[in-house]
Each structure stands twice: as structure tokens, then as C-alpha cells.
């Protein structure tokens, strides 16, 4: 079934969710953006699925992050744009079932966070995961809330600050990563951890979804859609955004 620009398969009561614009690197289009909002809501209203898988087509990019084609140029625009984009990298969090993020490729931006919001990851032997928005003038806005509480705050500090991406392999030593296997296993290896966790008591693991996620959101969460914004107002984003699109390295002041 195809919602938005996502395939939706119900497998017994596991639900597969597949990015499917891999011609952009399933990057967050608001197609994507539907897709997943309305996967998760299927998930949550049908009973028999008991998780959620979500990866990516092709064999490039789970997600490579925001659409740069629809990238707010102003500050008005941007507090708009995050403000749409952060309650939706937020869904894996609140989805009352657990969810796998099978990450089969690239997974940066806010496809990095889409990753970590899900309750695991687990990561192709190709995969990698970054947040590059420095290069852009930016930071991101749902990874500078979460990101320190998985690597500890220097390494955050790094990843946010350098941009560079880094292996499945050191994402798994830092602890983003469940675990690698390798890339064309993926899928089977996401779907028989899915099934060991359908086979638990329902209640239990939704409570200990609950439980861990306690005191996400709140506070945090409102000062990054405000604060966000201003960043928009430095040529060195303008400069950022538009070496992006120009294919050059940016010169910043």
C-alpha cells in the first residue's frame, strides 16, 4: 500500500515501512513526511501489529535528510519549517509501539534523527550516519536535544560542530546503533528482531517504551523551535544553502 511517497506492508504483526524517493535519497519530502506520519497512525490503530520496521529504497540512502529544494530562506519561514519538521521527527517517540529503524545506507540530517528517535537501530555493514548541517550554517534541530544523551556531550559536540559522517561500525561502538549486520540481510536480520519482540507480552513492552521515554519533549523541545530560526538570519547560511545547491565548498565569514 502506498501512502504519500512510502510503501506500507503489513507483514503479520510486523508493519514495513520503506522510504520510497530513493531519486532524491528519500530525502524528507513532505510526501515522506505524510507517509511515515500516516504509517505510524496505522500502526497505532491496528492491533495485530505489534511493531513498526521503517528503512529506506535503494541502495544508496535510508534518509539523507531535509529536502534543500523547499529550504525556508528566511527566519519567518524557517520557525514554520521547524516547527512542522521537529513534531515529526518527534512521532518514533510518542508511537505507543516500538520501532526498528532499519537503516540501510545513508542516514543523515534529519534522516539521522528519524533514525534515533526509533526505539533501535540497526545498521547495514554500508551504512552511515552524520549530521551535516554545519555545512550549510545550521545545526540540526532535533539531534543538539538528543544526540548527547546517546554519544555523551563531546562526541556530540563533534559530530554537530565537524559535520563528518562516521561507520555503522563506530555508530555501533558509540551506541546508535543496536548493532551491523551485513547490508543484504538488513531486513531479515530487522524482521526477526521484530518478531522476537511481537512474541513478548504486549503490555510489558509498550510500558517499557513508556517508561524509558519518559521526559522527552517539553522544554527542550520549545527552545530549538525558537532558537532555530535565528541562524537564518547569518549570510553564512545563505552562502551555505547556496554552495549546496551549486555543488561547490562554501566560504564562510
Do not use: W
Not at 500500500?1 to 503489513?10: A, Y
Not at 531535509?66 to 515529526?88: C, W
Not at 525558537?226 to 541562524?231: E, R, Y
Not at 537564518?232 to 545563505?238: A, Q
Amino acid at each position: 500500500m502506498r501512502i504519500g511517497s512510502v510503501e506500507f506492508e503489513k507483514r503479520g504483526r510486523i508493519a514495513l515501512i520503506t522510504l520510497d524517493e530513493p531519486h532524491k535519497l528519500n530525502a524528507l519530502s513532505t510526501g515522506i513526511r505524510q507517509g511515515v506520519l500516516e504509517s505510524f497512525a496505522k500502526i497505532e490503530a491496528d492491533d495485530e501489529i505489534r511493531v513498526g520496521i521503517i528503512t529506506g529504497n535503494g541502495e544508496k540512502a535510508f534518509c539523507a535528510g531535509a529536502d534543500i529544494s523547499n529550504f525556508p530562506e528566511t527566519p519567518e519561514q524557517a520557525r514554520d519549517f521547524i516547527a512542522h519538521v521537529l513534531p515529526f521527527l518527534e512521532a518514533p517517540e510518542r508511537c505507543r509501539k516500538p520501532l526498528i529503524a532499519a537503516v540501510n545506507g545513508m542516514a543523515f540530517g534529519g534522516g539521522f534523527e528519524l533514525a534515533i528517535a526509533c526505539d533501535f537501530i540497526l545498521a547495514s555493514d554500508k551504512a552511515k550516519f552524520g549530521v551535516p548541517e554545519i555545512q550549510l550554517g545550521l545545526l540540526p534541530g532535533f539531534a543538539v536535544v538528543r544526540l548527547h544523551e546517546i554519544v555523551g556531550r563531546p562526541k556530540a559536540k563533534e559530530m554537530s560542530m565537524l559535520g563528518e559522517p562516521i561507520s555503522a561500525e563506530e555508530a555501533h561502538r558509540l551506541g546508535i546503533a543496536l548493532r551491523v549486520v551485513p547490508h543484504e540481510k538488513l531486513i531479515d536480520e530487522a524482521m526477526q528482531f521484530a518478531e522476537k519482540l511481537a512474541g513478548k507480552p504486549r503490555m510489558a513492552v509498550e510500558m517499557a517504551k513508556s517508561f524509558y521515554n519518559r521526559g522527552l519533549g517539553g522544554d527542550e523541545m520549545r527552545y530549538a523551535v525558537d532558537a532555530f530560526p535565528f541562524l537564518f538570519m547569518t549570510e553564512d547560511v545563505k552562502e551555505g544553502v547556496a554552495a549546496f545547491r551549486e555543488k561547490r565548498k562554501p566560504n564562510f565569514k
